[in-house]
């Protein structure tokens, strides 16, 4: 059985709160979803930020 699941984080990124939707599957990210966000963020900066917390 694949375990997944969704949670929705606050990045930080330029000076703005970005809302991020990370849905992982065993543990690994599969998709990410940004939420209300005033910049375009890179797939690449977002993963680094979540990984870190």
């Known amino acids: 059985m694949v375990?997944?699941?969704v949670s929705v984080r606050k990045v930080r990124?330029?000076?703005?709160?970005v809302?991020?939707?990370v849905y992982?599957?065993?543990g690994r990210?599969?998709?990410l979803k940004v939420?209300?966000?005033?910049v375009k963020v890179?797939?690449?900066v977002l993963i680094r930020r979540i990984?870190?917390?």
């Open 24 to 26: 992982r599957r065993n």
């Open 51 to 53: 990984r870190r917390r």
């Open 3 to 5: 375990r997944k699941s």
């Open 42 to 44: 890179k797939r690449k």
């Open 35 to 38: 939420i209300k966000s005033p």
């Open 19 to 21: 809302r991020v939707k």
């Open 29 to 31: 990210i599969v998709r």
């Open 13 to 17: 990124y330029k000076g703005h709160t």
